[in-house]
């Protein structure tokens, strides 16, 4: 499957909920679903039945799924190596999703949304542990370093973060030095750490009947 190229605002109007997939955007008054509260399509007014339990469990995998920029193979792959590891599955895959380095260089500020955060690393721009790591499917680990490329750093996008990162609050489970823009994973996430709201048993069930 292709990775969707289509305009990223349909996906948060098909769900009903934002996604935060354009980051600070999505909290202006420019959101598309701000302006257009109701699903994609021209008879979307129209539009009114009941949603199965299937259905629920699809949406809610959606949500997960679009919100990470993960395609339904790599998704599947995830869900697989969370129902082999010991403990709650869901929670273990919303743990997996977390520790994918695209997702670090969001939550540490380095970029706007997921998706830039992508661009970013498949650019060669982030190194972990000194090394240059250009896969954002790629999983960090407990005491990992994440910083920029030494060339990296003379380009106007990463003056503009340094700037707008003195006043970014990271999450609990990493730590920045907002003075050399270097970010350390402190431990593994819990699901406490996370601050999505996903129903995350809904997914299980819902690849359990697959």
């Given at each position: 499957m292709a990775r969707y190229t289509g305009p990223v605002c349909r996906k948060c109007r098909f769900l009903g909920e934002?996604?935060?997939?354009?980051?600070?955007k999505c909290s202006t008054p420019k959101c598309s679903l701000e302006r257009k509260n109701r699903p994609p399509g021209e008879h979307s007014k129209a539009r009114r039945y009941?949603?199965?339990?299937?259905?629920?469990?699809?949406?809610?995998?959606?949500?997960?799924?679009?919100?990470?920029?993960?395609l339904e193979r790599q998704f599947r792959k995830f869900f697989a190596e969370a129902a082999r590891t010991p403990g709650a599955t869901g929670d273990t895959l919303l743990i997996l999703l977390e520790?994918?380095?695209?997702?670090?260089?969001?939550?540490?500020?380095?970029?706007?949304?997921?998706a830039q955060a992508r661009q970013i690393v498949r650019h060669g721009h982030i190194l972990v542990n000194d090394h240059k790591v250009d896969i954002p499917?790629?999983?960090?680990?407990?005491?990992?370093?994440?910083?920029?490329?030494?060339?990296?750093?003379k380009t106007e996008y990463y003056k503009r973060v340094a700037e707008e990162i003195k006043q970014r609050i990271v999450s609990k489970w990493l730590s920045l030095d907002k003075e050399k823009m270097t970010g350390i994973v402190s431990t593994l996430p819990g699901?406490?750490?996370?601050?999505?709201?996903?129903?995350?048993?809904a997914i299980v069930e819902y690849y359990s009947k697959g």
């Open positions: 934002k996604l935060m997939l354009k980051g600070e009941r949603i199965s339990e299937h259905g629920i469990q699809l949406k809610e995998k959606q949500k997960v799924r679009f919100s990470y920029g993960v520790r994918r380095l695209d997702n670090v260089v969001y939550r540490l500020g380095f970029a706007d949304s997921r499917s790629y999983l960090v680990k407990s005491g990992d370093i994440v910083k920029w490329r030494e060339s990296s750093t699901k406490d750490d996370i601050d999505a709201k996903f129903n995350m048993q």
